[in-house]
Structure formats: C-alpha cells, structure tokens
C-alpha cells in the first residue's frame, strides 16, 4: 500500500482520523478478551494500539518499513509485535493460530483479493471472527467523481458482499460516513465562499478541516447496521465474518 494512504495520527483532517479510529474502537469492542489478533495492513500502528487493549497479542503486518518504524517508535507495548510481510504473499503464521483478524482499508490495494482472503481463512481458528472495511466504489468513485489512484481493484457494495461471502460467514454489515446530497452541497457552498482556489486566495489548512469537520461531524463517526441487499448509501462497508 502506497505511503500516502496511509495515516499517521496528527497528520491529517481530523474528520480522516475519526473514520479510522472510529472503524479500529468498533473492531475492538467486538474482540473478546485475551485473545490473539491479526492486523492485516496495520499501518502506522495506532490500530494496534486500539486492539492491543483487549487482546492477549496482536500482530501487525505491514509491507513498509517506514510505517513499521513509526509504529514501533510510538505504539509498541508488550503484547503488540509488528512484522513487516507483503498481504499479496503466504503470512508466516502457523494454520488456525489467529483468534480474529482486522484488516481496514487494505482490501482496494490488492489485486488477488481472493488469495488475500484465503489466507486469512488459513490462519483464522475455527469459528473465528474477520473484520474487514472496504470503500463503496458506487459512491467515493461514482458520486465523488474521483477515481483514487492508489486503488487497484475497488468493489461496489454487492461486489464487496458476495466476494467476503464465498470466504466466510458474513454475520453483520456496517456502513459508516452515510452519502447524503445535501450535506454535502452545504460543504460546497462553504467552501465556495472561501474563494477559488489558486486564484484570490486558498483555505487554510485549519481551516479547511475545521470547515469540513464541522458539516459532516454529525455522520461521520457513526457506524450503522445495513443490509446486504439494500442499494449503498455509504462511504465505507465494514463486515464481521465468521469463518465457516
């Protein structure tokens, strides 16, 4: 995953680090005490942190050194260890050694998403617990207008259902960040009243995210229970699988 995906806390709007946390507390309050849990694409290392409070030892695989390095600096504690291994290939990770497995904004970086998946399955213990986020490419590429680059293979909400469910047991599906039209015509408005950008003045940074945050505050925390057949309405989709 490229180094400008991923986030390090401090760094970024603080609508951008609330959606991660956010997804990372969820994850965490679903994790039963003691037990032992993946981090598939950890990042900078907060989300372990966030695991590491209730689980017994977390493991959290990275492809970048950077990342792994910051990680260590600021969120190791006893029972984290951060390993540095490419998703794409075999984890080196006994079969069923893993209690639950966490993977967020990791699923769009990867071709062989199906490989990923069966890898997880592999080190996942019989009835154990997978919790996956994907971005719903019908809306933060079709409403968005944008198409992220460092995405290679984004999925539409009934893409993202059906590929988790040849997997595993899908038992809830959250959506998190709803689109509505009109909250985000009132960021519009707000930012047009700020003048172009490049050409009389440009936003602040601060202010931009304080301006930003202040719209979608009242959504951008929350994670809400979907159904897998209803059209999407959400930024992000997150699963909590069982493996079968």
Excluded at 6 to 14: E, P, S
Excluded at 124 to 149: C, M, Q, W, Y
Aim: aromatic share 8%; glycine share 8%.
């Amino acid at each position: 995953m490229p180094a400008t995906e991923r986030l390090y806390l401090g760094t970024g709007l603080h609508i951008q680090e609330e959606l991660h946390l956010g997804r990372y507390r969820f994850a965490s309050s679903r994790i039963e005490t003691g037990t032992m849990v993946l981090d598939a694409a950890c990042g900078s290392g907060y989300g372990s942190a966030i695991l590491a409070q209730h689980a017994r030892h977390v493991v959290g695989v990275d492809v970048s050194a950077d990342a792994l390095a910051h990680a260590r600096a600021h969120y190791q504690v006893p029972n984290i260890e951060f390993i540095q291994a490419d998703l794409s290939r075999p984890l080196a990770l006994p079969d069923r050694s893993c209690d639950a497995v966490v993977s967020f904004e990791t699923i769009e970086h990867v071709r062989d998403q199906h490989a990923m998946l069966a890898e997880f399955h592999r080190v996942l213990a019989p009835g154990g617990t997978l919790i996956v986020s994907s971005p719903d490419r019908d809306i933060i590429s079709g409403k968005a207008h944008e198409v992220n680059e460092f995405h290679v293979a984004e999925l539409s909400k009934p893409e993202f259902v059906d590929l988790i469910g040849r997997h595993f047991q899908i038992v809830e599906l959250y959506g998190q960040m709803r689109y509505e039209l009109s909250t985000w015509k009132t960021a519009a408005r707000q930012l047009a009243r700020q003048g172009p950008f490049g050409l009389r003045r440009r936003v602040r940074s601060w202010r931009l995210g304080a301006l930003i945050d202040g719209v979608l505050a009242p959504s951008h925390r929350l994670l809400e229970a979907v159904s897998p057949t209803s059209p999407g309405e959400h930024w992000w989709l997150i699963a909590v699988a069982t493996k079968r």
